[in-house]
């Protein structure tokens, strides 16, 4: 990210915090119509579903051989002519790794009412690590350099380490230490070449590490809508390159972005990952509806 770019998300992030936190109240109305992933979620906002040990009651099941007698709960027993067990849902706190791209490419928006590609990458960050901290789910920015923290102090640590990433923000950095079978986020605009991608994605991989990838783009990256005679930069030292008539490759374009797309989704696949995709032009409800599937319980073992 350039300097510009690190000094504006430092002054930017506390309203960057308060849209998160409206994006957070308005997804339990999402949750609602999204229904195969409002079945998953507990306790609160994100769960897991699964019998383990906690204080809150999931179901009853019938007694089993082997169960112990201090497990059967004699009233529920009472009215049946069968004995059952109380089940408790499990509520031990896990933790997810959170990473968003700040490096230069995504320093970029083609009209004035888009957000830029890291503030969407931000706001998304801060929103899914706010519902996770609320259902007593430890945080972590990838890279950043803290321990895990759920909580009020976990938020205080994201922004924290979102403000270093700002200042030292470089995509080509070496790979953070990431411990084994570790849940992790990435968000990024991915626009690197597919066998740097493929080596990244492997090493985590490697490590069993279970993760969701949001690529992140602005609509003129997809669809090149520009016409005639116009000289393209590149942000991070790539060059440039003049094309003549730009209306003449855009088809061209748009199957190039649609087969990078696709072979990362397939990257992603072959290590039993998830992606999806999403443009500045659209809602950040639907990417950060898309993020809270991706730690849907598919992901947990």
């Known amino acids: 990210m350039s300097p510009d770019a690190a000094a504006s998300l ?94 230069a490419s995504m320093a970029f928006r083609s009209g004035p009412k888009l957000p830029l590609k890291w503030e969407r990458a931000v706001l998304l960050t801060l929103a899914l690590a706010g519902l996770l901290v609320r259902s007593g789910e430890r945080i972590a920015f990838l890279g950043g350099g803290e321990r895990p923290a759920g909580g009020r102090y976990g938020m205080e640590s994201l922004v924290r380490c979102l403000l270093r990433a700002g200042d030292e923000g470089a995509s080509e950095a070496p790979l953070p230490p990431l411990p084994r079978h570790a849940r992790l986020i990435l968000i990024s605009d991915f626009l690197l070449p597919l066998e740097r991608l493929r080596q990244r994605f492997g090493q985590y991989g490697a490590l069993g590490a279970r993760a969701g990838l949001l690529q992140i783009l602005d609509p003129a990256e997809e669809l090149l809508p520009y016409e005639g005679r116009v000289l393209f930069e590149g942000t991070e030292q790539e060059g440039s390159a003049l094309i003549d008539r730009v209306g003449g490759i855009r088809s061209r374009y748009a199957a190039l972005v649609r087969a990078h797309r696709e072979a990362l989704a397939g990257l992603a696949g072959r290590q039993g990952w998830r992606f999806t995709a999403h443009r500045t032009d659209r809602t950040a409800e639907t990417a950060l509806l898309a993020l809270v599937g991706m730690l849907a319980p598919r992901m947990v073992t």
Not at 31 to 43: D, K, N
Not at 48 to 58: A, D, K, N, V
Not at 85 to 98: I, K, M, N, Y
């Open 10 to 103: 430092r002054t930017r992030a506390p309203r960057l915090r308060q849209a998160a936190e409206s994006l957070n109240q308005r997804l339990p109305s999402l949750l609602v119509e999204a229904e195969r992933v409002s079945a998953t979620v507990v306790p609160g906002v994100h769960g897991r579903r699964r019998t383990g040990m906690g204080e809150t009651f999931w179901q009853y099941r019938q007694y089993q051989p082997g169960d112990a007698a201090s497990e059967i709960d004699w009233r529920q027993s009472a009215r049946s002519r069968h004995l059952f067990v109380r089940e408790q849902e499990w509520e031990a706190a896990e933790t997810v790794w959170l990473w968003c791209d700040l490096s």
